[in-house]
């Protein structure tokens, strides 16, 4: 088998925010420290000297680098000031660069000023093309008919758009990251789907992957360093992050409830419902645990940086900003359809909301927000490892 040797690996990885881990001479440290290292997962050691060595296509099937929750404790122990934590979070945005088609998500992490233009003229051209479609004299309607101001089957079909080609761009990447792993770990399409046996253990990797870790944060809960017992509950970093993905999930799951309403009859598109209904519930509950996490999130971040206590790249800041604002923006607009008059500026956040949102879903696989894909998929074959040493 020849083994490829990458002489750029680290210098490249250097350009995603990659401290300099020359300096690291593979004392274990890290390793013995990290509450969530085993022995199918002796990290960062073992994806730092991949790195080292020039074994790209090594680092990118590791499923390692989706497993790390970047507690720091690795970061803190690092005899040489080597700061491994780091260079796992800078690993993983090399890994989304290197795993979806367009090239999109390596301008955003190593050119961030042309990144943020980017997104800010990406989120400008869907509000200015939802502009020339609107119907300015609604604004003057005795009735907040936002799907009037601007039509619900366009606001439908860029949506359909925009999902479409999420999905692609990040399907191609998912793909590229099982064929990668799984080459790594000899996963074969027989060791998961050949018989009865290995259906069952795949179905439990499954399970362990989304529902108990994804969704659950079980060793995140019970293994990360900052949540001890003296860590408050409402800051604890399992908390935030769970808050904010079963926010995103919520959301998603509300419009997918309300598009049912209206297919239903039950209500018109753009009209205001009674809180209780079950979209709008989950829509309010779901809307309050995003903005909840991603406040939290944007205030420990900015404190950390000011204190020079973390390094924050614009990448993160600007998925930060575009979640804030399309959860804030949908209050506003809930506010402004329950007024009894109604007001124009309900029409304009409406449009910065679409725009935003839009924006969001689109970027989905190029941002920090990809770990939403990649992460299962790691965890699965971190699963499946697991079962099959029983």
Same mark, same amino acid.
């Given at each position: ?9 680290? +210098?490249? #990885?250097?350009?995603?925010? =990659?401290?300099? &881990?020359? !300096?690291? @001479?593979?004392?274990?440290?890290? *390793? ?79 050119? +961030?000023? #042309?990144?943020?233009?980017? =997104?800010?003229? &990406?989120? !400008?051209? @869907?509000?200015?093309?939802?502009? *020339? ?81 994804? #969704? ?175």
């Amino acid at each position: 088998m020849t083994t490829v040797v990458d002489l750029d690996l680290m +210098p490249d #990885l250097q350009k995603f925010g =990659a401290a300099d &881990v020359s !300096a690291c @001479f593979s004392c274990g440290s890290c *390793t013995a420290i990290c509450p969530l290292s085993d022995n199918d997962a002796t990290f960062p050691r073992r994806v730092i000297r991949y790195a080292q060595v020039g074994r790209r296509d090594e680092l990118l099937g590791a499923k390692e680098l989706w497993t790390c929750y970047h507690c720091g404790l690795c970061s803190q122990s690092c005899p040489t000031q080597a700061d491994p934590g780091e260079f796992m979070a800078a690993a993983r945005r090399y890994a989304i660069a290197s795993y979806e088609p367009t090239g999109l998500a390596r301008v955003i992490y190593t050119r +961030p000023k #042309l990144g943020t233009a980017i =997104a800010v003229i &990406v989120a !400008a051209l @869907f509000a200015m093309f939802m502009l *020339t479609q609107a119907d300015l004299g609604g604004i003057d309607s005795p009735t907040l008919d936002l799907f009037e101001f601007v039509p619900s089957e366009l606001v439908h079909w860029l949506g359909v758009g925009a999902m479409v080609a999420m999905v692609l761009a990040g399907a191609w990447g998912v793909a590229r990251m099982v064929r990668a792993t799984a080459r790594r770990d000899g996963v074969t399409w027989d060791g998961t789907l050949g018989s009865r046996a290995a259906l069952r253990r795949t179905a439990r990797a499954a399970w362990e992957a989304l529902g108990v870790e994804s #969704l659950g944060q079980r060793r995140f809960r019970r293994d990360c360093h900052d949540d001890r017992d003296f860590e408050p509950l409402w800051r604890r970093r399992w908390l935030v992050h769970a808050l904010t993905i079963w926010g995103f999930l919520g959301l998603f799951g509300a419009t997918l409830i309300d598009y049912g309403l209206e297919l239903l009859g039950v209500k018109e598109t753009g009209t205001p419902i009674p809180l209780w209904y079950p979209s709008r519930a989950l829509g309010t509950v779901a809307g309050l645990s995003l903005m909840y996490g991603v406040s939290v999130f944007i205030l420990g971040r900015w404190r950390r940086w000011s204190a020079a206590q973390a390094t924050s790249t614009g990448s993160d800041w600007m998925l930060l900003a575009l979640l804030w604002i399309t959860g804030a923006t949908g209050f506003v607009i809930e506010v402004a359809l329950y007024l009894g008059q109604p007001p124009a500026w309900g029409y304009w956040f409406f449009l910065l909301h679409v725009a935003v949102a839009m924006e969001l879903m689109l970027m989905l696989p190029f941002t920090k927000f990809a770990h939403a894909m990649y992460r299962p998929v790691a965890l699965f074959f971190y699963a499946l490892a697991k079962d099959r040493t029983r």
